[in-house]
């Protein structure tokens, strides 16, 4: 069972950046695409980015240009870089595997 652990969240203002963490507690190297979901209060949890082992990325339009994903397989551990943050970026961010896996999530608020 693969354990996953983001951090990296934190309260912005407006324009700011924050990374993101998620650092699983075994190999992801054979894991096909990893993910990143944002939840925010009486919403439904929403894609942000994934990126496959090859390296193929996707984004929600609302991060185009904005949030960049990326994997380093010998450290475990997937990113997201997120620039120019917007109040609505105001969610929890959680790590996501295809195998079914989920991490607890690390909160991140932007202040206007």
């Known amino acids: 069972q693969v354990q996953l652990a983001e951090s990296g969240g934190g309260l912005v203002q407006a324009g700011g950046s924050l990374r993101l963490s998620c650092a699983a507690s075994?190999?992801?190297?054979?894991?096909?695409?990893m993910a990143w979901y944002r939840q925010a209060p009486g919403k439904r949890r929403e894609l942000v980015a994934s990126?496959?082992?090859?390296?193929?990325?996707n984004y929600a339009d609302s991060v185009k240009g904005r949030f960049t994903i990326s994997r380093d397989n010998a450290k475990n551990t997937v990113y997201l870089q997120m620039n120019s943050l917007k109040p609505e970026d105001t969610a929890a961010y959680l790590c996501h595997t295809d195998s079914g896996y989920w991490g607890q999530g690390t909160q991140v608020t932007v202040s206007s």
């Open positions: 075994e190999s992801i190297f054979s894991i096909n695409a």
């Open positions: 990126i496959t082992k090859g390296g193929s990325t």
